[in-house]
């Protein structure tokens, strides 16, 4: 499994409660973009219509060698998803308030799949106290090591 990128920001902003792995409709010259590691899922979020999953601001640069059939970089993507997962999705987005986020984009043999994430937002203090914790294992692993 080859990581392409990742959505550092994600775990940031939010909770994850649960993820998925979703396969993702592209076209012409996004692969070979991706191959080489041109993408940004930093603002990216999925939205569901008509029972169908897409990826919004996910940008994917240009292809250089890419002719007049290149791709636009921040098109709307769609998501295979099982119908079922879709319907499970939508419920948990309706009752829970929850939103859905990609965290990684990554290559499962040649196939491209993204992780998407069923989460929660965090607010100020949550994030403040993330940092806490993070600056705490830190020092903590900085005396450990210190004292061997």
Do not use: C, W
């Not at 250089?64 to 636009?72: D, K, M, S, T």
Request: glycine content about 4%; aromatic content about 8%; charged content about 35%.
């Amino acid at each position: 499994m080859k990581i392409v990128a990742q959505n550092k920001k994600a775990y940031h902003d939010y909770f994850i409660l649960d993820t998925y792995e979703a396969g993702i409709e592209l076209q012409g010259t996004e692969i070979k973009s991706i191959r080489k590691g041109s993408v940004n899922l930093k603002d990216s979020f999925i939205r569901i219509r008509n029972d169908e999953a897409f990826i919004d601001n996910m940008h994917i640069a240009s292809y250089e060698q890419g002719n007049r059939f290149n791709h636009e970089p921040l098109r709307q993507r769609k998501l295979l998803l099982h119908k079922k997962e879709i319907k499970k999705l939508q419920k948990e987005l309706k009752e829970n308030g929850l939103t859905i986020v990609p965290t990684k984009l990554y290559f499962n043999t040649s196939k491209l799949k993204v992780e998407i994430a069923l989460a929660r937002g965090k607010k100020l203090y949550d994030k403040r106290q993330d940092l806490k914790e993070k600056d705490s294992k830190r020092d903590i692993e900085k005396a450990l090591k210190n004292a061997y």
